[in-house]
C-alpha cells in the first residue's frame, strides 16, 4: 500500500532560524495536503498542492510539491513561536483518493 | 456553524467494554472518517463513508464499527476494548472524497486499562 515518510520527527530551532519539513511517498500522488496540529489540538489545513513543481507561499511558509509528485516540503522562514506544532503532510493517489498521512515532523521553538 | 463536533473529549475504558464515539458535522459533507493518532505513526485511516448508507474499511479497521444512517452523524463503535486501542480518535470530514481539505474535529483520548 501506499505509504508516506517524513522526515525529521523532531526538530528544535531557536526562535528565528529556519525549519524545513521533506515528505516522500512510495507512489505517484494526485495531490498533496499540508495540516498543523497545535500541542493538544486537532489538525488544521494549510494548503493543497496539485500541480508538478508547484510551489506556494502563505507568508513565511513555503510548500513545494516535486517534479515527480511523490516528494514535498514545507520551509518556514525565521521561526516564531506560534509555529510550534506539529506539520503534516498527507497525500492520495489517482483513482484512490482515501488520504494518507505522514509521520509527522513535531517542531519545537527556543525562545 | 459548529463545524465537526466530537464527544465525548476523554474516555476510560477497562478491557472488553464497548462503547460508541460520537462524531456529528452540520457542513453537509458527504465524506466522513475516523482516524487514530497514536506517537510517531501519524494519523492512521480507521473507517470512512462516502454518503449515508456507504461506509468502507480504512487501513486499520480491525475492532471498530461504523454506520452512517445520516448525513450529519458518523458514530464510531468499539465492540470489546483492548489496551492497544489506547489512543486519541479523530473524526474528519469534507464536502467530497476527492481532493477536498478535511476538518477535524477536536479528538477523543481514549485510554483502554
Known amino acids: 500500500g501506499q505509504q508516506v515518510m517524513q522526515i525529521p520527527q523532531y526538530q528544535h530551532v531557536q526562535e528565528g532560524e529556519d525549519f524545513t519539513t521533506y515528505c516522500n511517498s512510495s507512489t505517484t500522488l494526485s495531490n498533496i495536503q499540508w495540516y498543523k496540529q497545535r500541542p493538544g489540538g486537532h489538525p488544521v489545513f494549510l494548503i493543497q498542492l496539485v500541480k508538478s513543481g508547484e510551489v506556494k507561499k502563505q507568508k513565511r511558509l513555503t510548500f513545494q510539491f516535486g517534479e515527480a509528485k511523490k516528494n514535498s516540503s514545507l520551509h518556514i522562514t525565521a521561526t516564531q513561536t506560534t509555529d510550534v506544532g506539529t506539520y503534516f503532510c498527507?497525500?492520495?493517489?489517482?483513482?484512490?483518493?482515501?488520504?494518507?498521512f505522514g509521520t509527522g515532523t513535531r517542531l519545537t521553538i527556543i525562545p | 456553524n459548529a463545524g465537526v463536533t466530537q464527544t465525548p473529549k476523554f474516555q476510560v475504558l477497562k478491557t472488553g467494554q464497548s462503547m460508541t464515539l460520537q462524531c456529528a458535522q452540520d457542513m453537509n459533507h458527504e465524506y466522513m472518517s475516523w482516524y487514530r493518532q497514536d506517537p510517531g505513526m501519524g494519523l492512521r485511516l480507521i473507517h470512512y463513508?462516502?454518503?449515508?448508507?456507504?461506509?468502507d474499511q480504512g487501513e486499520v479497521p480491525n475492532g471498530y464499527n461504523v454506520s452512517r444512517s445520516t448525513t450529519e452523524d458518523f458514530p464510531l463503535r468499539l465492540l470489546s476494548a483492548a489496551p492497544s486501542q489506547t489512543s486519541v480518535y479523530f473524526c474528519?470530514?469534507?464536502?467530497?472524497?476527492?481532493?477536498?481539505?478535511?476538518?477535524f474535529g477536536s479528538g477523543t483520548q481514549l485510554s483502554v486499562l
Open positions: 474528519a470530514s469534507s464536502y467530497v472524497q476527492r481532493g477536498e481539505k478535511l476538518f
Open positions: 463513508s462516502v454518503g449515508a448508507g456507504i461506509t
Open positions: 498527507a497525500g492520495s493517489n489517482f483513482g484512490n483518493e482515501k488520504l494518507t
